[in-house]
């Protein structure tokens, strides 16, 4: 009964979302995560929710769409509330009339281009009261670009550091991740995904393109990083100062390998030069991602460093009956960590951003790294092992 009468309210929400503006009493409470999902336009939506309940205690962690973690656990004692408010940017693949981003087929079913705002509840019993849902055109867009190190990874255990980003910054900004895996500079220009994010894209909002680890794998006549790497970024940096934007370069991450003295192996040849290269000459912020997370690989170690990334036994996750060893895609923890390594990167470049951090935010240092076996993370609902596109 008690989820009936939850789906009955998810109907009533999406009917009343013609106003896009929506206040509903939830009063639910659970021992496992729960989703709901409200049919709104594209746009940014301010998001307040109310956590508790009258009866029980509460423990409850919240994300929206794809896993974009806004909230880190929250306690409240039986009878007691707590109000959290964040951005959350909604899009679907419309551009205009017939032009559309020419999503992946896997893609087609990701919460985070359906025509719904979707919010998660997690952690030991989530409880939530109220939901208020309300459209905003007076913050500030971040529009990320990028690949499977960027974007918002659909389920557990893979993630990015697009998705960990959205719990620094406070309500005066949204963050919008239009990253896909395996994608390039090429292939995201070709999908139109730069399309549709400047047909959402105001004057000084920012645009954060990283990009490399599937551009060097492109091996046709006139690929490389001196030639269509170096003309798609100036392609990026033409189209959104021409909207308007502000364009913030991000270089590769660095992938987990070796050499035999504990050093890092550059696996990604010219394509970091050639994007600093590009962002002097075009007068672009740059943040050195490679050197950050070259930096933290080394100091974890050859065998520490396993715990940033998809490195899991047989049998850790659902129908998983073989290890899983990834050098290049992050877990929770190694997305929670580079995503601070950007938000460092953005105080380095003095970049205006910095100015909505929330007020707990503590600097960082790729040398220091949090302490792994320390760090929680209350799994979304539903796994996923199969490995996502690049490398």
Partial sequence: MKQLLFSLLVILCSHTAASA?????????????????????????????TLGNKKKAGQTVVRAESRRHYADMVNTKKGKFETVSFIVNKHNPVIEGDMRVKLKPREVDYKNWDDSLNLSFCGPSPAVQRIQIEPVTDVITVFLC?????????????????????????????????????????????????????SQLKKGDFVIVE??????????????????????????????????GNIIFCTPTARRSFDDNGHIINTHGDYPEAMKTVAQREQVP?????????????????????KALVHYPANT??????PLADNTHFNPYGAWEIAKMVVMGLK????????????????????????????????????????????
């Fill in 348 to 391: 380095q470049i003095n970049s205006p951003l910095v100015n909505y951090l929330r007020e707990d935010w503590q600097d960082f240092d790729p040398s220091k790294p949090d302490d792994a076996d320390s760090f929680v993370w209350h799994m979304s609902t539903g796994s996923n092992i199969t490995k996502p596109d690049g490398n």
């Fill in 211 to 244: 990009f490399g680890h599937n551009d060097e794998k492109e091996k046709k006549a006139g690929d490389g990083a001196w030639y269509s790497y170096s003309r798609n970024l100036k392609i990026f940096v033409d189209r959104v100062r021409a909207a308007g």
């Fill in 146 to 198: 990028g690949n499977s190190t960027v974007v918002d990874q659909e389920e557990e255990p893979w993630a990015s550091w697009g998705q960990m980003i959205t719990r620094w910054f406070g309500p005066q900004v949204a963050i919008a991740n239009f990253a896909e895996s395996g994608l390039s500079c090429t292939t995201f220009l070709a999908q139109l995904r730069l399309d549709k994010i400047l």
């Fill in 286 to 306: 740059v943040i050195n991602l490679t050197q950050m997370s070259t930096t933290f690989y080394e100091t974890l170690g050859v065998e520490g460093s396993k």
């Fill in 21 to 49: 503006q929506i206040d509903t009493v939830l009063n639910k409470t659970s021992n496992q995560p729960f989703n709901l999902s409200v049919a709104v336009p594209d746009g940014n939506y301010r998001v307040t929710v």
């Fill in 317 to 322: 996750f659902a129908n998983q009956d073989k």
